[in-house]
T-cell receptor, first 117, second 113 residues
Framework: AQKVTQAQTEISVVEKEDVTLDCVYE???????LFWYKQPPSGELVFLIR??????QNEISGRYSWNFQKSTSSFNFTITASQVVDSAVYFC??????????????FGKGTKLTVNP | DVKVTQSSRYLVKRTGEKVFLECVQD?????MFWYRQDPGLGLRLIYF???????EKGDIPEGYSVSREKKERFSLILESASTNQTSMYLC????????????FGPGTRLTVL
């Protein structure tokens, strides 16, 4: 079975602080994809990043960075110098081997980040 | 830009009513999905479809059905709405395996009284 655990339900920080959102996954597939999505108060999920299981390189995009470690089955997300606009619910998701022609995602329960001014 | 639209942002229905939630995508995607989102439970997959007229049950299909008569449109049907189906419903679509990011619609917040 596939599973994604986001142990942090809610995090509150003050603007300009760095914050890391944790994501731990379980899968028996050797080929899989990991995702992060952002859900701002407006409600629409916004894609942030996709990483495949063969690429363990860390990625940086502006203030966002992702640390993928297969040894610990983790795919953590760090926001540097957080801003109020980063306030949202963040979801980590896992997609394993395609079954029946479909591309199912398994989502974690999300981490609500509040950045206070 | 990929666009996934949902017919309503907010919907209020009564117990026992038949409810249709519509989702349309404009990127010729093969795969479409319906999720519900509840506090503390994250997103849970209800049904998905990887082709016209094809459908597969997700993790929580009970009380729901779907219809995909055209590639761009995927409908979620509550045959007899119940109060425990009050939730946020999210539709998503994705293309081929090599491009498997899911694009989400804005969501429909359904309240069943």
């Amino acid at each position: 079975a596939q599973k994604v655990t986001q142990a942090q339900t809610e995090i509150s920080v003050v603007e300009k602080e760095d914050v890391t959102l944790d994501c731990v996954y379980e899968t028996r597939d050797t080929t899989y994809y990991l995702f992060w999505y952002k859900q701002p108060p407006s409600g629409e999920l916004v894609f942030l990043i996709r990483r495949n299981s063969f690429d363990e390189q860390n990625e940086i995009s502006g203030r966002y960075s992702w640390n993928f470690q297969k040894s610990t089955s983790s795919f953590n997300f760090t926001i540097t110098a957080s801003q109020v606009v980063d306030s949202a619910v963040y979801f980590c998701a896992l997609q394993g081997s395609v079954q029946g022609g479909s591309e199912k995602l398994v989502f974690g329960k999300g981490t609500k980040l509040t950045v206070n001014p | 830009d990929v666009k996934v639209t949902q017919s309503s942002r907010y919907l209020v229905k009564r117990t026992g009513e038949k409810v249709f939630l519509e989702c349309v995508q404009d990127m010729d995607h093969e795969n479409m999905f319906w999720y519900r989102q509840d506090p503390g439970l994250g997103l849970r997959l209800i049904y998905f479809s990887y082709d016209v007229k094809m459908k597969e049950k997700g993790d929580i299909p009970e009380g729901y059905s779907v219809s995909r008569e055209k590639k761009e449109r995927f409908s979620l049907i509550l045959e007899s709405a119940s109060t425990n189906q009050t939730s946020m419903y999210l539709c998503a679509s994705s293309g081929d395996w090599g491009s498997n990011e899911q694009f989400f619609g804005p969501g429909t917040r359904l309240t069943v009284l």
